[in-house]
Protein backbone atom coordinates (compact mmCIF):
# COMPACT_ATOMS: atom_id res chain seq x y z
CA UNK A 1 0.00 0.00 0.00
CA UNK A 2 1.65 3.32 -1.16
CA UNK A 3 1.13 6.79 1.70
CA UNK A 4 -1.56 8.74 1.43
CA UNK A 5 -1.15 12.31 2.01
CA UNK A 6 -3.85 11.26 4.91
CA UNK A 7 -0.86 9.68 6.24
CA UNK A 8 0.58 12.75 6.81
CA UNK A 9 -1.31 14.19 10.11
CA UNK A 10 -1.09 10.85 11.80
CA UNK A 11 2.30 10.38 10.95
CA UNK A 12 3.05 13.22 13.45
CA UNK A 13 0.42 12.56 15.78
CA UNK A 14 2.21 9.44 16.00
CA UNK A 15 5.57 10.69 16.17
CA UNK A 16 4.61 13.47 19.37
CA UNK A 17 2.27 10.39 21.31
CA UNK A 18 5.29 7.88 20.86
CA UNK A 19 7.93 10.53 22.01
CA UNK A 20 5.89 11.62 25.36
CA UNK A 21 5.97 8.01 25.70
CA UNK A 22 9.76 7.93 25.49
CA UNK A 23 11.10 11.35 26.76
CA UNK A 24 9.52 13.38 29.41
CA UNK A 25 12.12 15.90 27.69
CA UNK A 26 9.94 18.89 25.27
CA UNK A 27 13.61 19.35 24.36
CA UNK A 28 13.67 15.85 22.90
CA UNK A 29 9.93 16.34 21.65
CA UNK A 30 10.87 19.27 19.40
CA UNK A 31 13.60 17.79 18.21
CA UNK A 32 11.70 14.64 16.96
CA UNK A 33 9.03 16.21 15.79
CA UNK A 34 11.07 18.83 13.42
CA UNK A 35 13.34 15.67 12.08
CA UNK A 36 10.12 13.56 11.04
CA UNK A 37 8.79 16.67 9.61
CA UNK A 38 11.51 16.83 6.97
CA UNK A 39 11.25 13.50 6.91
CA UNK A 40 8.10 13.53 5.65
CA UNK A 41 8.57 16.54 3.38
CA UNK A 42 10.76 14.80 1.10
CA UNK A 43 9.33 11.13 1.44
CA UNK A 44 8.69 9.43 -1.85
CA UNK A 45 4.78 8.43 -1.18
CA UNK A 46 4.98 5.63 -3.12
CA UNK A 47 6.41 3.74 -1.12
CA UNK A 48 4.26 1.80 2.26
CA UNK A 49 3.64 4.36 5.44
CA UNK A 50 5.67 1.62 7.12
CA UNK A 51 8.55 2.87 5.78
CA UNK A 52 7.91 6.51 7.58
CA UNK A 53 7.27 4.47 10.83
CA UNK A 54 10.61 3.38 10.06
CA UNK A 55 12.61 5.90 10.15
CA UNK A 56 10.27 7.88 12.92
CA UNK A 57 10.92 5.15 15.37
CA UNK A 58 14.64 4.99 14.47
CA UNK A 59 14.51 8.92 15.47
CA UNK A 60 12.97 8.18 18.70
CA UNK A 61 15.09 5.94 19.82
CA UNK A 62 18.00 7.52 18.81
CA UNK A 63 17.36 10.88 20.29
CA UNK A 64 16.12 9.53 23.50
CA UNK A 65 18.66 6.61 23.77
CA UNK A 66 15.83 4.18 24.64
CA UNK A 67 16.25 0.98 22.42
CA UNK A 68 13.51 -0.50 23.31
CA UNK A 69 10.51 2.52 24.95
CA UNK A 70 7.47 0.14 24.70
CA UNK A 71 9.39 -3.14 26.80
CA UNK A 72 6.92 -2.63 29.88
CA UNK A 73 3.87 -2.22 27.46
CA UNK A 74 4.89 -5.57 25.70
CA UNK A 75 5.25 -7.20 29.30
CA UNK A 76 2.37 -6.01 30.28
CA UNK A 77 -0.14 -7.09 27.40
CA UNK A 78 1.36 -10.55 27.23
CA UNK A 79 0.64 -10.74 30.77
CA UNK A 80 -2.96 -10.04 30.30
CA UNK A 81 -3.33 -11.99 27.42
CA UNK A 82 -1.71 -14.71 29.26
CA UNK A 83 -4.22 -14.28 31.92
CA UNK A 84 -6.94 -15.02 29.40
CA UNK A 85 -5.88 -18.03 27.44
CA UNK A 86 -7.86 -20.86 29.40
CA UNK A 87 -11.15 -18.85 28.91
CA UNK A 88 -10.02 -17.98 25.24
CA UNK A 89 -9.21 -21.64 24.81
CA UNK A 90 -11.90 -22.73 26.03
CA UNK A 91 -14.21 -20.86 23.76
CA UNK A 92 -12.27 -22.29 20.96
CA UNK A 93 -12.54 -25.59 21.90
CA UNK A 94 -16.43 -25.53 22.36
CA UNK A 95 -17.09 -23.49 19.40
CA UNK A 96 -18.82 -25.26 16.24
CA UNK A 97 -15.62 -24.66 14.37
CA UNK A 98 -12.57 -24.38 15.90
CA UNK A 99 -10.17 -23.06 13.65
CA UNK A 100 -12.89 -20.60 12.60
CA UNK A 101 -13.24 -18.93 16.17
CA UNK A 102 -9.64 -19.29 16.58
CA UNK A 103 -8.86 -17.21 12.90
CA UNK A 104 -11.84 -14.85 15.21
CA UNK A 105 -10.06 -14.41 17.98
CA UNK A 106 -6.34 -13.76 16.37
CA UNK A 107 -7.72 -11.04 14.30
CA UNK A 108 -9.63 -9.31 17.12
CA UNK A 109 -6.88 -9.61 19.30
CA UNK A 110 -4.72 -7.70 16.30
CA UNK A 111 -6.66 -4.37 18.11
CA UNK A 112 -3.63 -4.31 20.53
CA UNK A 113 -1.98 -2.35 18.44
CA UNK A 114 -0.14 0.52 19.55
CA UNK A 115 1.34 2.34 16.53
CA UNK A 116 -2.07 2.39 15.19
CA UNK A 117 -3.92 3.60 18.04
CA UNK A 118 -2.08 5.93 21.15
CA UNK A 119 -4.26 6.07 23.76
CA UNK A 120 -5.12 1.69 24.22
CA UNK A 121 -6.38 0.74 28.14
CA UNK A 122 -7.20 -2.86 28.85
CA UNK A 123 -11.39 -2.04 28.91
CA UNK A 124 -10.80 -0.79 25.64
CA UNK A 125 -9.21 -3.79 24.23
CA UNK A 126 -11.36 -6.46 25.66
CA UNK A 127 -14.52 -4.07 24.29
CA UNK A 128 -13.39 -4.37 20.42
CA UNK A 129 -12.25 -7.89 20.97
CA UNK A 130 -15.52 -9.13 22.25
CA UNK A 131 -17.27 -7.08 19.36
CA UNK A 132 -14.80 -8.36 16.94
CA UNK A 133 -15.18 -12.14 18.15
CA UNK A 134 -19.04 -12.18 17.81
CA UNK A 135 -19.44 -11.55 14.44
CA UNK A 136 -18.58 -14.74 12.05
CA UNK A 137 -16.16 -14.62 9.53
CA UNK A 138 -16.55 -15.05 5.67
CA UNK A 139 -17.53 -18.71 5.59
CA UNK A 140 -15.87 -18.84 1.66
CA UNK A 141 -12.79 -17.45 2.73
CA UNK A 142 -12.40 -19.20 6.00
CA UNK A 143 -12.75 -22.51 3.56
CA UNK A 144 -10.24 -21.22 1.19
CA UNK A 145 -7.56 -20.76 4.00
CA UNK A 146 -8.51 -24.08 5.03
CA UNK A 147 -8.24 -25.44 1.80
CA UNK A 148 -4.93 -23.42 1.26
CA UNK A 149 -3.47 -24.68 4.44
CA UNK A 150 -4.31 -28.36 3.77
CA UNK A 151 -2.53 -27.78 0.46
CA UNK A 152 0.75 -25.96 1.57
CA UNK A 153 3.84 -27.78 2.67
CA UNK A 154 5.56 -24.88 4.05
CA UNK A 155 3.86 -21.56 5.65
CA UNK A 156 5.14 -18.84 7.13
CA UNK A 157 3.03 -16.84 9.89
CA UNK A 158 4.18 -13.36 10.31
CA UNK A 159 3.48 -12.27 13.94
CA UNK A 160 2.31 -7.97 14.96
CA UNK A 161 1.89 -6.95 18.26
CA UNK A 162 2.43 -8.22 21.84
CA UNK A 163 -0.38 -9.39 23.37
CA UNK A 164 -1.97 -10.54 20.37
CA UNK A 165 0.67 -13.29 19.85
CA UNK A 166 -1.32 -15.18 22.64
CA UNK A 167 -4.07 -15.31 20.07
CA UNK A 168 -1.31 -16.24 17.30
CA UNK A 169 -0.73 -19.48 19.72
CA UNK A 170 -4.25 -19.99 19.95
CA UNK A 171 -4.68 -19.92 16.07
CA UNK A 172 -1.21 -22.05 15.79
CA UNK A 173 -2.48 -24.80 17.81
CA UNK A 174 -5.23 -25.25 15.61
CA UNK A 175 -3.25 -25.93 12.39
CA UNK A 176 -0.62 -28.12 11.16
CA UNK A 177 2.29 -27.43 13.78
CA UNK A 178 4.72 -29.07 11.80
CA UNK A 179 4.18 -26.75 8.39
CA UNK A 180 4.91 -23.67 10.06
CA UNK A 181 7.38 -21.03 11.10
CA UNK A 182 6.85 -17.92 13.02
CA UNK A 183 8.22 -14.98 12.11
CA UNK A 184 9.28 -11.86 14.88
CA UNK A 185 10.53 -8.24 14.06
CA UNK A 186 14.70 -8.76 13.97
CA UNK A 187 14.65 -5.75 16.24
CA UNK A 188 12.27 -4.12 18.92
CA UNK A 189 9.99 -1.31 17.20
CA UNK A 190 6.41 0.23 18.92
CA UNK A 191 5.21 -3.08 20.58
CA UNK A 192 5.58 -5.43 17.60
CA UNK A 193 6.88 -8.92 18.70
CA UNK A 194 10.32 -10.09 18.73
CA UNK A 195 11.93 -13.97 19.79
CA UNK A 196 11.51 -12.25 23.06
CA UNK A 197 7.69 -12.32 23.33
CA UNK A 198 7.96 -15.76 21.35
CA UNK A 199 9.18 -16.90 24.21
CA UNK A 200 7.03 -15.52 27.05
CA UNK A 201 3.74 -16.65 25.78
CA UNK A 202 5.35 -20.05 24.91
CA UNK A 203 5.18 -20.14 20.66
CA UNK A 204 9.17 -21.23 20.19
CA UNK A 205 8.13 -24.80 22.50
CA UNK A 206 5.37 -25.36 19.24
CA UNK A 207 6.74 -23.98 15.98
CA UNK A 208 10.37 -22.92 14.82
CA UNK A 209 10.73 -18.81 15.42
CA UNK A 210 12.79 -16.76 13.18
CA UNK A 211 13.34 -13.24 12.56
CA UNK A 212 12.97 -10.98 9.32
CA UNK A 213 16.07 -9.22 10.15
CA UNK A 214 14.38 -5.90 10.59
CA UNK A 215 13.26 -2.88 12.56
CA UNK A 216 10.03 -2.24 10.35
CA UNK A 217 6.45 -2.37 11.78
CA UNK A 218 5.62 -4.60 9.35
CA UNK A 219 7.47 -6.41 6.64
CA UNK A 220 9.22 -4.54 4.27
CA UNK A 221 11.27 -6.80 2.34
CA UNK A 222 14.10 -4.56 1.05
CA UNK A 223 15.12 -4.34 4.93
CA UNK A 224 14.71 -7.84 5.32
CA UNK A 225 17.51 -10.20 5.47
CA UNK A 226 18.55 -12.44 2.94
CA UNK A 227 17.91 -15.36 5.03
CA UNK A 228 14.38 -14.18 5.49
CA UNK A 229 13.31 -13.26 2.08
CA UNK A 230 14.54 -16.95 1.35
CA UNK A 231 12.16 -18.18 3.57
CA UNK A 232 9.70 -16.05 2.32
CA UNK A 233 9.73 -16.67 -1.49
CA UNK A 234 10.13 -20.56 -0.44
CA UNK A 235 7.41 -20.57 1.45
CA UNK A 236 3.81 -22.19 -0.03
CA UNK A 237 1.61 -19.75 1.90
CA UNK A 238 1.96 -16.50 4.00
CA UNK A 239 -0.26 -15.69 7.22
CA UNK A 240 0.44 -12.47 7.78
CA UNK A 241 -0.99 -10.28 10.47
CA UNK A 242 -2.02 -6.46 10.87
CA UNK A 243 -1.89 -3.27 9.40
CA UNK A 244 1.49 -3.09 9.19
CA UNK A 245 2.23 -6.24 7.42
CA UNK A 246 -0.62 -5.67 5.06
CA UNK A 247 0.65 -2.08 4.10
CA UNK A 248 4.19 -3.36 3.64
CA UNK A 249 2.89 -6.68 1.50
CA UNK A 250 -0.46 -5.29 -0.32
CA UNK A 251 1.30 -5.19 -3.47
CA UNK A 252 3.39 -8.65 -3.26
CA UNK A 253 2.78 -11.69 -5.78
CA UNK A 254 3.16 -14.15 -2.83
CA UNK A 255 0.06 -16.32 -1.94
CA UNK A 256 -0.68 -14.12 1.32
CA UNK A 257 -3.72 -14.12 3.59
CA UNK A 258 -4.22 -11.01 5.41
CA UNK A 259 -5.62 -11.11 9.26
CA UNK A 260 -6.22 -7.51 10.96
CA UNK A 261 -8.41 -5.04 12.29
CA UNK A 262 -8.62 -2.02 9.93
CA UNK A 263 -7.82 0.28 12.48
CA UNK A 264 -7.52 3.60 10.26
CA UNK A 265 -9.05 5.44 7.56
CA UNK A 266 -6.74 5.38 5.20
CA UNK A 267 -6.35 1.53 5.23
CA UNK A 268 -10.13 1.23 5.24
CA UNK A 269 -10.13 3.09 2.13
CA UNK A 270 -7.47 0.88 0.57
CA UNK A 271 -9.41 -1.95 1.64
CA UNK A 272 -13.15 -0.77 0.85
CA UNK A 273 -14.37 -1.34 4.38
CA UNK A 274 -15.64 0.27 7.76
CA UNK A 275 -12.88 1.60 9.93
CA UNK A 276 -13.01 -1.32 12.77
CA UNK A 277 -13.72 -4.03 10.46
CA UNK A 278 -12.13 -7.50 10.97
CA UNK A 279 -10.52 -8.38 7.55
CA UNK A 280 -9.39 -12.08 6.18
CA UNK A 281 -8.58 -11.14 3.00
CA UNK A 282 -6.09 -13.45 0.44
CA UNK A 283 -3.91 -11.29 -1.79
CA UNK A 284 -4.47 -10.66 -4.81
CA UNK A 285 -1.79 -11.94 -7.30
CA UNK B 1 -0.43 32.13 22.33
CA UNK B 2 2.31 29.99 21.33
CA UNK B 3 2.76 27.09 19.16
CA UNK B 4 2.70 23.63 20.74
CA UNK B 5 3.87 20.41 19.19
CA UNK B 6 -0.03 19.39 19.35
CA UNK B 7 -0.93 22.01 16.64
CA UNK B 8 1.22 20.38 14.16
CA UNK B 9 -0.31 17.27 13.24
CA UNK B 10 -3.55 19.86 13.34
CA UNK B 11 -1.58 22.26 10.96
CA UNK B 12 -1.22 18.71 8.38
CA UNK B 13 -4.95 18.01 8.32
CA UNK B 14 -5.64 21.65 8.20
CA UNK B 15 -3.81 22.00 5.17
CA UNK B 16 -4.89 18.79 3.78
CA UNK B 17 -8.35 19.69 3.80
CA UNK B 18 -8.17 23.24 2.98
CA UNK B 19 -6.39 21.60 -0.31
CA UNK B 20 -9.05 19.25 -1.18
CA UNK B 21 -11.60 22.15 -1.03
CA UNK B 22 -9.53 24.68 -3.27
CA UNK B 23 -8.69 22.49 -5.72
CA UNK B 24 -9.37 18.82 -7.48
CA UNK B 25 -5.56 18.36 -8.25
CA UNK B 26 -3.77 15.71 -6.41
CA UNK B 27 -0.58 17.07 -7.21
CA UNK B 28 -1.30 20.64 -5.72
CA UNK B 29 -2.73 19.09 -2.39
CA UNK B 30 0.94 17.33 -2.60
CA UNK B 31 2.85 19.91 -3.54
CA UNK B 32 1.34 22.35 -0.98
CA UNK B 33 1.38 19.49 2.07
CA UNK B 34 5.66 19.02 1.04
CA UNK B 35 5.87 23.23 1.13
CA UNK B 36 4.04 23.09 4.89
CA UNK B 37 5.65 20.46 6.00
CA UNK B 38 9.40 21.99 5.18
CA UNK B 39 7.66 25.32 6.49
CA UNK B 40 6.23 23.76 9.50
CA UNK B 41 9.80 22.05 10.33
CA UNK B 42 11.80 25.57 11.19
CA UNK B 43 9.00 27.14 12.47
CA UNK B 44 9.41 29.10 15.72
CA UNK B 45 7.23 27.51 17.83
CA UNK B 46 7.13 30.68 20.60
CA UNK B 47 4.93 32.41 17.63
CA UNK B 48 1.04 31.58 17.84
CA UNK B 49 -0.27 29.32 15.78
CA UNK B 50 -2.26 31.94 13.50
CA UNK B 51 1.36 32.92 12.03
CA UNK B 52 1.55 28.67 10.42
CA UNK B 53 -2.38 29.24 9.25
CA UNK B 54 -1.12 32.58 7.39
CA UNK B 55 1.60 30.50 5.95
CA UNK B 56 -0.54 27.65 4.96
CA UNK B 57 -3.12 29.63 3.27
CA UNK B 58 -0.71 32.02 1.49
CA UNK B 59 0.61 28.77 0.26
CA UNK B 60 -2.74 27.63 -1.07
CA UNK B 61 -3.79 30.24 -2.72
CA UNK B 62 -0.29 30.66 -4.72
CA UNK B 63 -0.32 27.40 -5.62
CA UNK B 64 -4.19 26.79 -6.43
CA UNK B 65 -4.66 30.52 -8.05
CA UNK B 66 -8.01 30.95 -5.97
CA UNK B 67 -7.60 34.37 -4.00
CA UNK B 68 -10.84 33.31 -2.51
CA UNK B 69 -11.25 29.81 -1.89
CA UNK B 70 -14.07 29.97 0.61
CA UNK B 71 -16.32 32.61 -0.74
CA UNK B 72 -18.98 30.53 -1.27
CA UNK B 73 -18.85 28.79 2.35
CA UNK B 74 -18.96 32.59 3.73
CA UNK B 75 -21.89 33.47 1.21
CA UNK B 76 -23.79 30.55 2.68
CA UNK B 77 -23.26 31.09 6.01
CA UNK B 78 -24.38 34.54 5.77
CA UNK B 79 -27.40 34.01 3.99
CA UNK B 80 -28.54 31.51 6.44
CA UNK B 81 -27.61 33.64 9.36
CA UNK B 82 -29.16 35.91 8.43
CA UNK B 83 -32.53 34.11 7.62
CA UNK B 84 -32.07 33.40 11.54
CA UNK B 85 -32.05 36.85 12.16
CA UNK B 86 -35.86 37.67 12.96
CA UNK B 87 -35.82 34.59 15.58
CA UNK B 88 -32.37 35.72 17.29
CA UNK B 89 -33.29 39.17 17.56
CA UNK B 90 -36.45 38.06 19.02
CA UNK B 91 -34.94 35.99 21.43
CA UNK B 92 -32.32 38.61 22.75
CA UNK B 93 -35.72 41.09 23.00
CA UNK B 94 -37.44 38.54 25.12
CA UNK B 95 -34.64 37.75 27.25
CA UNK B 96 -34.67 38.67 30.80
CA UNK B 97 -31.33 40.51 30.28
CA UNK B 98 -30.56 41.51 26.55
CA UNK B 99 -27.22 42.31 26.59
CA UNK B 100 -26.34 39.24 27.90
CA UNK B 101 -28.13 36.78 25.72
CA UNK B 102 -26.52 38.94 22.68
CA UNK B 103 -23.16 38.43 23.83
CA UNK B 104 -24.12 34.31 24.29
CA UNK B 105 -25.52 34.50 20.90
CA UNK B 106 -22.73 36.09 19.25
CA UNK B 107 -20.01 33.60 21.21
CA UNK B 108 -22.27 30.23 19.97
CA UNK B 109 -22.09 31.36 16.44
CA UNK B 110 -18.15 31.54 16.59
CA UNK B 111 -18.19 27.44 15.71
CA UNK B 112 -18.85 28.20 12.34
CA UNK B 113 -15.34 28.72 12.00
CA UNK B 114 -13.47 26.89 8.74
CA UNK B 115 -10.33 27.22 10.11
CA UNK B 116 -10.78 24.74 13.15
CA UNK B 117 -13.60 22.88 12.00
CA UNK B 118 -12.95 21.06 8.63
CA UNK B 119 -16.22 19.51 8.03
CA UNK B 120 -19.29 21.85 9.37
CA UNK B 121 -22.57 21.17 8.01
CA UNK B 122 -25.52 23.28 8.90
CA UNK B 123 -26.89 20.41 11.27
CA UNK B 124 -23.79 20.64 13.57
CA UNK B 125 -23.90 24.65 14.07
CA UNK B 126 -27.46 24.56 14.93
CA UNK B 127 -26.90 22.28 17.48
CA UNK B 128 -23.89 23.54 18.23
CA UNK B 129 -25.30 27.13 19.04
CA UNK B 130 -28.57 25.91 20.72
CA UNK B 131 -26.27 24.00 23.49
CA UNK B 132 -24.02 27.07 24.10
CA UNK B 133 -27.18 29.52 23.73
CA UNK B 134 -28.68 27.35 26.42
CA UNK B 135 -25.85 27.87 28.92
CA UNK B 136 -26.18 31.46 31.39
CA UNK B 137 -22.81 33.41 31.52
CA UNK B 138 -20.51 34.07 34.10
CA UNK B 139 -22.66 36.59 35.82
CA UNK B 140 -19.49 39.04 37.32
CA UNK B 141 -17.91 38.45 34.14
CA UNK B 142 -21.09 39.94 31.83
CA UNK B 143 -21.28 42.67 34.74
CA UNK B 144 -17.37 43.53 34.38
CA UNK B 145 -17.67 44.24 30.62
CA UNK B 146 -20.78 45.80 30.54
CA UNK B 147 -18.98 48.35 33.25
CA UNK B 148 -15.92 48.40 30.67
CA UNK B 149 -18.82 48.88 27.62
CA UNK B 150 -20.01 52.22 29.91
CA UNK B 151 -16.35 53.63 30.99
CA UNK B 152 -15.00 53.58 27.33
CA UNK B 153 -14.97 56.00 24.83
CA UNK B 154 -13.75 54.43 21.96
CA UNK B 155 -14.24 50.41 21.29
CA UNK B 156 -13.03 47.83 18.65
CA UNK B 157 -14.78 45.02 17.80
CA UNK B 158 -12.68 42.72 16.17
CA UNK B 159 -14.90 40.28 13.87
CA UNK B 160 -14.05 36.85 12.83
CA UNK B 161 -16.34 34.28 10.92
CA UNK B 162 -18.69 34.93 8.10
CA UNK B 163 -22.12 33.82 9.38
CA UNK B 164 -20.93 34.30 12.79
CA UNK B 165 -21.12 38.05 12.00
CA UNK B 166 -24.57 38.29 12.01
CA UNK B 167 -24.40 37.53 15.80
CA UNK B 168 -21.79 40.39 15.82
CA UNK B 169 -24.47 42.52 14.14
CA UNK B 170 -27.47 41.40 17.28
CA UNK B 171 -24.99 42.16 19.92
CA UNK B 172 -23.76 45.85 18.64
CA UNK B 173 -27.18 46.31 18.11
CA UNK B 174 -27.41 45.81 21.81
CA UNK B 175 -24.01 48.28 22.53
CA UNK B 176 -23.66 51.82 22.46
CA UNK B 177 -22.80 52.26 18.36
CA UNK B 178 -21.41 55.20 18.55
CA UNK B 179 -17.98 54.06 20.42
CA UNK B 180 -18.04 51.21 18.46
CA UNK B 181 -15.51 50.56 15.11
CA UNK B 182 -16.22 47.10 13.82
CA UNK B 183 -12.74 45.50 12.48
CA UNK B 184 -12.45 42.85 9.50
CA UNK B 185 -9.28 41.12 8.21
CA UNK B 186 -7.69 42.96 5.17
CA UNK B 187 -7.65 39.65 2.60
CA UNK B 188 -9.77 36.85 2.41
CA UNK B 189 -8.28 33.88 4.55
CA UNK B 190 -10.52 30.82 5.34
CA UNK B 191 -13.95 32.05 5.76
CA UNK B 192 -12.52 35.21 7.85
CA UNK B 193 -14.58 38.24 7.42
CA UNK B 194 -13.72 40.82 4.95
CA UNK B 195 -15.80 44.16 4.46
CA UNK B 196 -17.50 42.69 1.83
CA UNK B 197 -19.36 40.32 4.68
CA UNK B 198 -19.69 43.32 6.95
CA UNK B 199 -21.89 45.40 4.26
CA UNK B 200 -23.94 41.86 3.41
CA UNK B 201 -25.31 41.26 6.95
CA UNK B 202 -25.55 45.60 7.61
CA UNK B 203 -22.97 46.59 10.13
CA UNK B 204 -21.81 48.77 7.84
CA UNK B 205 -24.98 50.95 8.04
CA UNK B 206 -24.36 50.69 11.96
CA UNK B 207 -21.02 51.54 13.02
CA UNK B 208 -18.17 52.39 11.24
CA UNK B 209 -15.90 49.53 9.94
CA UNK B 210 -12.11 48.87 8.96
CA UNK B 211 -9.49 46.34 7.91
CA UNK B 212 -6.69 45.52 9.77
CA UNK B 213 -4.21 45.24 6.94
CA UNK B 214 -3.73 41.74 7.13
CA UNK B 215 -4.38 38.41 5.94
CA UNK B 216 -3.72 36.47 8.67
CA UNK B 217 -6.92 34.62 10.15
CA UNK B 218 -7.12 36.33 13.87
CA UNK B 219 -5.02 39.97 14.75
CA UNK B 220 -1.10 39.67 14.49
CA UNK B 221 -0.03 42.97 15.10
CA UNK B 222 2.91 43.00 13.67
CA UNK B 223 1.40 41.83 10.22
CA UNK B 224 -1.57 44.68 10.46
CA UNK B 225 -1.32 47.79 8.94
CA UNK B 226 0.43 51.32 11.24
CA UNK B 227 -3.27 53.13 10.97
CA UNK B 228 -4.78 49.33 12.90
CA UNK B 229 -2.37 48.86 14.93
CA UNK B 230 -2.44 53.02 15.90
CA UNK B 231 -6.28 52.18 16.65
CA UNK B 232 -5.45 49.00 18.05
CA UNK B 233 -3.40 51.33 21.07
CA UNK B 234 -5.96 54.38 20.96
CA UNK B 235 -8.81 52.11 21.62
CA UNK B 236 -10.43 51.86 25.47
CA UNK B 237 -11.36 48.04 24.78
CA UNK B 238 -11.53 45.25 22.43
CA UNK B 239 -13.98 43.16 22.07
CA UNK B 240 -11.98 40.35 20.11
CA UNK B 241 -14.28 37.09 18.53
CA UNK B 242 -12.79 34.02 18.33
CA UNK B 243 -10.37 31.67 18.58
CA UNK B 244 -7.71 33.25 15.98
CA UNK B 245 -8.30 36.76 17.40
CA UNK B 246 -7.28 35.05 21.03
CA UNK B 247 -4.23 32.64 20.02
CA UNK B 248 -3.01 35.94 18.28
CA UNK B 249 -3.79 38.26 21.09
CA UNK B 250 -3.66 36.31 24.59
CA UNK B 251 -0.27 37.65 25.75
CA UNK B 252 -1.01 41.41 24.22
CA UNK B 253 -0.57 43.92 27.11
CA UNK B 254 -4.27 45.80 26.09
CA UNK B 255 -7.67 45.80 27.69
CA UNK B 256 -9.09 42.77 25.87
CA UNK B 257 -12.57 40.58 26.20
CA UNK B 258 -12.01 37.54 24.38
CA UNK B 259 -15.84 36.04 23.17
CA UNK B 260 -15.11 32.74 21.50
CA UNK B 261 -15.69 28.73 21.33
CA UNK B 262 -13.18 26.84 22.23
CA UNK B 263 -12.62 24.15 19.17
CA UNK B 264 -10.04 22.36 19.91
CA UNK B 265 -7.75 20.61 23.10
CA UNK B 266 -4.83 22.97 22.96
CA UNK B 267 -6.59 26.49 23.36
CA UNK B 268 -8.65 24.55 25.87
CA UNK B 269 -5.64 23.50 28.08
CA UNK B 270 -4.20 27.17 27.57
CA UNK B 271 -7.95 28.16 28.86
CA UNK B 272 -8.27 25.72 31.15
CA UNK B 273 -11.64 24.55 29.77
CA UNK B 274 -12.78 21.95 28.52
CA UNK B 275 -12.94 21.61 24.49
CA UNK B 276 -16.64 23.01 23.27
CA UNK B 277 -16.69 25.23 25.98
CA UNK B 278 -18.04 28.84 25.47
CA UNK B 279 -15.39 31.26 26.88
CA UNK B 280 -15.70 35.40 28.11
CA UNK B 281 -12.57 36.35 29.37
CA UNK B 282 -11.07 39.21 30.00
CA UNK B 283 -6.95 39.57 29.34
CA UNK B 284 -4.28 39.45 32.22
CA UNK B 285 -2.97 42.81 31.65
Known amino acids: MKTYLDCIPCFLQQTLSA ?7 PIIHEKVMREVLQEVSTMNFDRSPVEMAIKIHRTLRELSGNPDPYREIKQHSNQRMLSLYPQLLERIKSAEDSLEMAIRLAIAANIIDFGAKHNLDDETIDRVMAESIAIPLDREMVAKLRQEIQQANTILYLGDNAGEIVCDRLLIEQLPQEKITY ?29 NGSDAPGTVLSECSPEFRDRFQAADLIIAKGQGNYESLSNTNKNIFFLLKAKCPVIARDLNCAVGATILQQSRR
Open 19 to 25: AKMVSDD
Open 183 to 211: VVRGNPIINDVTIADAETVGITKLVPVIN
